[in-house]
């Protein structure tokens, strides 16, 4: 499950179908939850930006969102992302690319969120012919940039994402900002998609889920895929639970060519509107179940801005529930990052992201891009 070196580094499993339920909820998270939530929230007003909201350790999953970025790329049990470059038409590579894109949405637990990932925070893995590098680009907005090429199959992922947590009164909604990027280098294909909501339900029936609609384009053929995820009723009661539909058109014609239906962590459909032939595109159990945390390769050369090793003191105590321990460890980090801010104002000195470079649009949206390719950054 979680695994520590001789340099403190832990290393913990990825919410998958399997772990992302109650048995991992009593291993990650404190007693009486749900009342901890509510004295949590008692002062803050509806409508209040969270994006500044420090959680206590108790509500922590011992991880930084950065690893849970990366973990939606590397950590799966079936190549969906290869697929991609297999299909013999712009149509059945768009199809592919829909189903690798709802393998990225995975379970969370409710009461618990990962880190707030620090400025310059580096999260790098390999896996195969697959390289991931992800650095906090950006505190305030927290905004990540993440960098993935598989070498092998000639394809590139540029994401650059920065959520923000609102409270609604009786619910938290965390509206995930940025573009995502999939080129299919030996096609010239680029796709272009956005991502889900993350809404946790506080009252009447806690629960969590990913809702919103997601849209996915080849800029170069028009295809588009527009994907619908939804939730149940505000009381619980009808609606489907992790219900995803939408449809698959050819912009240039409006044309709809599939629907698609299903359940992003069952199985997920497409209908052929001219046949009325179903097929499945997506099992969820074929692909994020029982995921298993990286494995390190070399402690020593590990970098000192790695998720990893930033959080592993804050991540063994929690995993061990010693919550005193825990806020201490907290504690020093933060400070840490306080302290690098004082020493870069004294200096008049401006953070720069050391792997990509950062830009905003005149509309406040942020982008990114690599500085160097992933394949010459070996990760864990």
């Known amino acids: 499950m979680e695994q520590e070196s001789e340099t403190n580094i832990v290393l913990t499993k990825p919410f998958s179908l399997g772990n992302g339920n109650e048995s991992d909820s009593e291993v990650y998270s404190a007693p009486n939850i749900l009342q901890r939530i509510l004295s949590l929230l008692t002062n803050v007003r509806p409508g209040s930006d969270l994006t500044r ?65 620090t400025l310059g925070e580096t999260h790098h893995v390999s896996k195969g012919n697959l390289n991931v590098l992800l650095e906090q680009a950006s505190h305030h907005p927290p905004v990540s940039a993440l960098h993935a090429t598989d070498e092998k199959e000639n394809i590139e992922i540029i994401w650059c994402q920065y959520p923000v947590p609102k409270f609604n009164g009786t619910s938290v909604e ?36 990913w809702v919103g609609n997601v849209n996915i384009k080849c800029i170069e053929t028009g295809l ?70 990286p494995t390190l390769k070399d402690a020593e050369s590990v970098w000192l801005t790695e998720s990893a090793l930033i959080w592993s003191e804050l991540s063994q105590a929690i995993l061990s529930k010693d919550w005193e321990k825990a806020r201490e ?52």
């Not at 922590?60 to 013999?88: A, H, M, V, W």
């Not at 272009?192 to 009252?203: A, F, T, V």
């Not at 020093?332 to 801010?341: K, N, P, T």
């Not at 509309?363 to 394949?375: K, L, R, V």
Request: charged share 20%.
């Open 53 to 117: 909201f420090q959680l206590p350790p108790q509500f922590n999953f011992p991880k930084s969102q950065l690893q849970c970025y990366g973990e939606s790329i590397y950590s799966s049990t079936s190549d969906l992302l290869s697929r991609c470059n297999t299909g013999q038409s712009p149509l059945e590579r768009l199809i592919f690319v829909v189903a690798w894109s709802i393998s990225t949405t995975r379970p969370a637990i409710f009461g618990v969120a990962p880190y707030n990932p």
């Open 174 to 209: 965390a509206q995930v900002h940025g573009k995502r990027q999939l080129k299919l280098i030996n096609h010239g294909e680029t796709y272009e998609m956005n991502s889900p909501h993350l809404l946790i339900k506080i009252l009447p029936v806690p629960g969590i889920d």
């Open 224 to 293: 588009v895929a527009e994907l619908c995820y939804t939730s149940q009723s505000f009381f619980g009661f009808g609606g489907s639970k992790r219900l995803i539909k939408g449809k698959i058109i050819d912009s240039s014609s409006l044309k709809i060519l599939h629907e698609v239906n299903g359940h992003w962590d069952s199985t997920v459909t497409l209908k052929e509107t001219r046949s009325g032939e179903i097929r499945v595109i997506y099992d969820a159990k074929e692909v994020i179940s029982g995921l298993q945390a």
């Open 329 to 380: 460890a907290k504690k020093a980090v933060e400070e840490r990052q306080r302290e690098l801010l004082r020493e870069r104002e004294s200096k008049g000195e401006t953070w720069v992201p050391k792997h990509f470079i950062l830009s905003q649009s005149k509309e406040g949206i942020w982008d990114c891009s690599p500085i160097q390719n992933a394949t010459s950054i070996q990760g864990l």
